[in-house]
Nanobody, 121 residues
Framework: QVQLVESGGTLVQPGGSLRLSCAAS????????MGWHRQVPGKQRELVAG???????TYADSVKGRFTISRDNAKNTVYLQMNSLKPEDTAVYYC???????????????WGQGTQVTVSS
C-alpha cells in the first residue's frame, strides 16, 4: 500500500504565504519525479511545479518567481513554498510522484488526495 499525503492547505489573505507538504509512504523502491498540480471546479488539472530526482525544477508561467518546489529524498517528501499568493491561486492542490513499488519493475504515477488552498480577504 502506497500513500501520498498532502498537508498545509488553508485560507490565506492575498499577498500571504503558505507551504504545502506531501509525504510518500509505503513499500517504495524507487522515487523519481514529484510534482504539484492544481484544479478548480470546471477546469482541467494543471501542472504548477515539478522536480526531478536530481533536483531539476519546472514551473508554470503563472507561478514563476512566486512558488518554489523542493524535496527531501531521505523523507520521500516534496514541498511547495507559495509566496505573494493571489486569489487566482485558489484551487485544490494535488501532489504526484512517479514511483516503483514493491516487486513491480515499472514506475507508475501516484496521486495524493488533494489539499484546499483559498486566497481571499
Amino acid at each position: 500500500q502506497v500513500q501520498l499525503v498532502e498537508s498545509g492547505g488553508t485560507l490565506v489573505q492575498p499577498g500571504g504565504s503558505l507551504r504545502l507538504s506531501c509525504a510518500a509512504s509505503g513499500n517504495i523502491n524507487s522515487l523519481n519525479a514529484m510534482g504539484w498540480h492544481r484544479q478548480v471546479p470546471g477546469k482541467q488539472r494543471e501542472l504548477v511545479a515539478g522536480i526531478s530526482s536530481g533536483g531539476t525544477t519546472t514551473y508554470a508561467d503563472s507561478v514563476k518567481g512566486r512558488f518554489t518546489i523542493s524535496r527531501d529524498n531521505a523523507k520521500n517528501t516534496v514541498y511547495l513554498q507559495m509566496n505573494s499568493l493571489k486569489p487566482e491561486d485558489t484551487a485544490v492542490y494535488y501532489c504526484n510522484a512517479d514511483m516503483r513499488v514493491g516487486y513491480s519493475p515499472y514506475h507508475k504515477n501516484y496521486w495524493g488526495q488533494g489539499t484546499q488552498v483559498t486566497v481571499s480577504s
